[in-house]
Every structure is written in C-alpha cells, then in structure tokens.
C-alpha cells in the first residue's frame, strides 16, 4: 500500500503543472492597495481602516490589526526594510495624508508627517535604501508636492518647487497601489500622471531636478498612468487605463529602453485597466481590478498568462515570485516560472 501511495505521489508531482497563483487566508476582509514583499520571507500589506498586515514565513500566515489613532485612515502605501522597520502611508485630502513608522514589527506606531495643507492629497512614496526616500503628493497651485527624507522616514522636507515642471489643469497622480512613483540605483527615481494629462516624470538626483515627457497611455478623469517599475536604469514599464472601466481595452502598457526619456506602447489582447505593474528578473506581470498579465519578455505580444482574478498591487519577493493584494483583504503569490512537467 506504501508502495502504491508513493507512486501516486510520485506521479503527481511530474505530471501536473506547478501551482500558478495561489489563494492566502489574510484573515482581514480590508481593501488593500500598499504591499512591500521581502526576499527574506517578510510581507507587509495595508490598506483601509488604518490596517496593516505582516508575514514572517513567506505569505503562508498572516498577522492583522490597524494603527491606534489612525482607524479612519486609508493606507495606500506600505515601505518595508525588515520584520521590525516599515513605514505607512495614508491617502486623503488635508490631514487625512500621512506618514507612520515602526520600529518593533508594529507593537507601536509614531507619526512622522502630517499633510497641514487642505488642498494637499499625497498617493505614494519610495525609497532608495534604508535612509533615503522620496514621497509623492497632487499638485497645489499646479506644482506637485515632493518630500525627502534623509534618515530613515523620521522627518520629511519639502523638495524645492523651482525644478519641477508644472502641472496641466486637471493632472494629478492616482494613489491606487502605492507605484506612482518609482526610485532605481541611488538617485533615479520617476513618476506618473494621469487625468486631463499623462505623462512621466524623471530626475537623476533624487528629486531636485524634474523633465517631463507626454505618453500615449489612455487619460480622462478617471484614466491615465497608474503605476511605474523599472527592472535597472534603463528599463522601465508603465500601466495604467480607466479604472472605471476596468474591461476597457486600448493603450495602457508601455515601455522604455533609455531611462524614461520616450515610451513605446505594447499592443496586447485582451486587456484591460491595469493599477500596478512590477519586474520579476525580465517578466513583467501587470494587474488591476478585473484581470492580471503576466509577459516572460516584455517585447512579448502575447501574455504568457492571463488571469480573471481583483488586485490593487503587486510586489516581487524573489526571481519567480510576485505578492498581489485586493479588494475584500484578497493576497495572492504567483508563480511565474511554473510550467507543465512531463510524465515519464
């Protein structure tokens, strides 16, 4: 009987393909849109009614709870370092906008910035290493708003408005997965726009000098570019659509070979809105409220996959692996180097 359960087993495990995208219990029913995932195995994930998740063993449990004082808050963006260190951002208008930090795995919570402004509305932030960071907020008086922070996300300054390229009436950044803006090496760092303009921004000193260049990505009140990843200095993937008209085709993807200076747009069917993309070695996976594509090449025309599956974001742990979070407290890992085996 050993014998024959071994075979089966056995049999199993060379003939049916690898798990592609797998289903995690959260243990939270939030919508989440801010996801940082670790090569060590740690996750973090928030979202709203000021809640943030935690994973120590590579997504296969979780721990859920929110931040005291912040249960009215929206925390679009997550910045992870390890199990202990990772800061929050919340999403709003006025002081709705802010930015937390802990330092003991989530035991306790300080607040590190508040947006005093009414006009300000601030979507997402980056970092290039454990003390330096950028964060990324709608334009007031049609200047978009820049914060740096130079130890760590312990306190925030405004980066200088002069260099910045002025905002179209009616352009802003869409806080709907923590990736509208993007950082590379130890200076790069991009961003990008949608509504009555999409476009994207670039500076190679860490924010104190911006050139903007116009992209072929949909836009409208609803539309525009929604998420940026570049996989090294050079190569870089946007995409963005309507979200709400998220089974809506058209241009939403698109590439650049030369650091952001010109975007070329990949023409790929079906389609749909897409609210994050992110690099997994040279793959490129895109996902949004209705539907996921994953690309094993980026100049790739057909989708390697394509999923009928809701998420908000997407973060890759190691050269195979990608994390992706949801509405109703959805985490999904993919694996993206799964093929069929053969039998023997």
Same mark, same amino acid.
């Given at each position: ?45 928030? &979202? ?5 998740? #935690? %994973?120590? !063993?590579? *997504?296969? @449990? /979780?721990? +859920?709870?929110? =931040? ?40 306790s919570w300080a607040l590190q910035f508040t947006n005093h402004d009414p006009k300000g509305f601030f979507d997402c932030m980056a970092f290039w290493d454990r003390e330096h960071g950028i964060a990324l907020g709608d334009p007031i008086d ?52 949608? &509504? ?5 921004? #670039? %500076?190679? !000193?860490? *924010?104190? @000098? /911006?050139? +903007?260049?116009? =992209? ?39 590439l650049t070979d030369d650091g952001g200076a010109a975007w070329k747009l990949v023409s790929l069917s079906p389609t749909s809105y897409f609210s994050a993309a992110t690099w997994s070695g040279t793959k490129l996976l895109v996902a949004g ?56």
């Amino acid at each position: 009987m050993f014998t024959k359960i071994a075979l089966v087993l056995l049999w199993l495990a060379t003939s049916c393909p690898a798990q592609e995208i797998l289903t995690l219990k959260s243990g939270t029913t939030e919508n989440l849109r801010g996801l940082h995932s670790l090569h060590t195995g740690v996750v973090w994930a928030s &979202g709203t009614h000021g809640t943030y998740l #935690r %994973s120590l !063993d590579n *997504g296969q @449990t /979780w721990s +859920a709870s929110s =931040v005291p004082g912040a249960e009215a808050l929206d925390f679009r963006d997550v910045e992870a370092f390890d199990a202990d260190t990772a800061l929050l951002l919340s999403a709003g208008p006025g002081e709705q906008s802010r930015i937390y930090k802990t330092k003991d795995g989530g035991k306790s919570w300080a607040l590190q910035f508040t947006n005093h402004d009414p006009k300000g509305f601030f979507d997402c932030m980056a970092f290039w290493d454990r003390e330096h960071g950028i964060a990324l907020g709608d334009p007031i008086d049609k200047k978009f708003q820049l914060l740096a922070t130079n130890d760590g996300g312990n306190s925030w300054n405004s980066i200088s408005h002069i260099s910045i390229p002025a905002a179209i009436e009616g352009e802003g950044a869409f806080a709907a997965s923590g990736t509208c803006i993007a950082v590379q090496g130890k200076r790069n760092a991009w961003f990008v726009t949608g &509504g009555k303009a999409a476009r994207v921004f #670039r %500076s190679a !000193d860490r *924010g104190h @000098t /911006w050139k +903007a260049v116009e =992209v072929a990505i949909m836009h409208g009140d609803s539309a525009g570019v929604f998420s940026i990843a570049f996989r090294d200095r050079l190569h870089g993937a946007i995409a963005g659509g309507d979200y709400k008209k998220p089974d809506q085709g058209g241009a939403n993807i698109a590439l650049t070979d030369d650091g952001g200076a010109a975007w070329k747009l990949v023409s790929l069917s079906p389609t749909s809105y897409f609210s994050a993309a992110t690099w997994s070695g040279t793959k490129l996976l895109v996902a949004g409220s209705s539907h996921a594509g994953f690309l094993n090449h980026a100049d790739d025309r057909i989708w390697a996959k394509y999923w009928d599956v809701q998420l908000n974001s997407l973060s890759p742990s190691s050269a195979n692996q990608v994390f992706g979070v949801g509405p109703n407290g959805t985490i999904v890992r993919f694996d993206l180097s799964s093929k069929p085996r053969k039998t023997k």
